[in-house]
């Protein structure tokens, strides 16, 4: 049993680098698999990011590949999620989630935090 809680959401202009940051209190950190999704008024919530409870894998939504990075460190209980080259279309609440499965679909998520707002302005 973990809570999450995300920051470093803004306002930026196309083009621009953003990090978002989530950090977790609870213990055995390490043994969740950890996920970034994102949500758009009026749109489900999409998958962008996952990483394995040690970091040996990663996966990332096609739209994001390339330009947006995940990583974790596990001493201090946190995941991060680097986003560059950011696109109006990125504009999105983003929830950081954790759970015992390594997946890209929501069900496998059963701790989430409360989102932060990213918006890509044009």
């Known amino acids: 049993q973990v809570q999450l809680a995300e920051s470093g959401g803004g306002l930026v202009q196309p083009g621009d680098s953003l990090r978002l940051s989530c950090a977790a209190s609870g213990r055995t950190f390490s043994r969740y698999a950890m996920g970034w999704f994102r949500q758009a008024p009026g749109k489900e919530r999409e998958f962008v990011a996952t990483?394995?409870?040690?970091?040996?894998?990663?996966t990332y939504a096609d739209s994001v590949k390339g330009r947006f990075s995940i990583s974790r460190d596990n001493a201090k209980s946190t995941v991060t999620l680097q986003m560059n080259s950011l696109k109006p279309e990125d504009t999105a609440v983003y929830y950081c989630?954790?759970?015992?499965?390594?997946?890209?679909?929501?069900?496998?998520?059963?701790?989430w935090g409360q989102g932060t707002q990213v918006t890509v302005s044009s």
């Open positions: 989630a954790g759970g015992n499965r390594y997946t890209r679909e929501r069900s496998g998520y059963d701790y």
């Open positions: 990483i394995s409870g040690h970091a040996l894998f990663t």
